[in-house]
């Protein structure tokens, strides 16, 4: 079967798309479906960068309604007693309002959380050890320092 061009598929009705599978697909709708699939892909390597660094990190499930806020950070965890909010985007993927809302909050006086947007897992891995660096208790600092003098 023959896909339409672009310029017709915009104009079809979803029903009539649906029967050319994913070549019903615009180039837009191509690039959200990408773009969804990757961002999914960058939180999961991401927990897992937590979970071997020893952080238990709290992940919203994407599959699913979830009776967090609208607009939540992706991932939750604490280092050091601090509380860290990441909010995983994509290439050039933008925060919405509700989530603009949510972290304004979350920065503001009780909560005083670490929020930071995470476009990469290299970006993702200079904020934990930049983290790890800024609030490492000085006794833990001391006895890392005694264990690497002590291995020589």
Request: aromatic share 6%; charged share 30%; proline share 5%.
């Amino acid at each position: 079967m023959k896909v339409p061009p672009e310029n017709l598929l915009r104009l079809m009705s979803p029903a009539d798309c649906a029967k050319y599978g994913n070549g019903g697909l615009t180039r837009d709708e191509c690039a959200a479906a990408y773009e969804a699939r990757s961002e999914k892909d960058l939180q999961q390597k991401l927990e897992q960068l937590l979970l071997r660094r020893g952080h238990l990190p709290r992940r919203q499930r994407m599959d699913r309604r979830s009776n967090m806020a609208l607009g939540m950070p992706d991932i939750q965890f604490e280092i050091f007693g601090h509380s860290v909010h990441w909010e995983v985007k994509f290439g050039a993927g933008r925060t919405t309002a509700e989530q603009d809302k949510i972290i304004a909050g979350l920065q503001a006086e009780p909560n005083r959380a670490i929020v930071r947007v995470i476009r990469s897992y290299r970006e993702g891995l200079d904020h934990l050890q930049e983290l790890t660096r800024r609030f490492r208790p000085e006794a833990q600092q001391a006895d890392i320092l005694n264990d690497l003098k002590g291995a020589n």
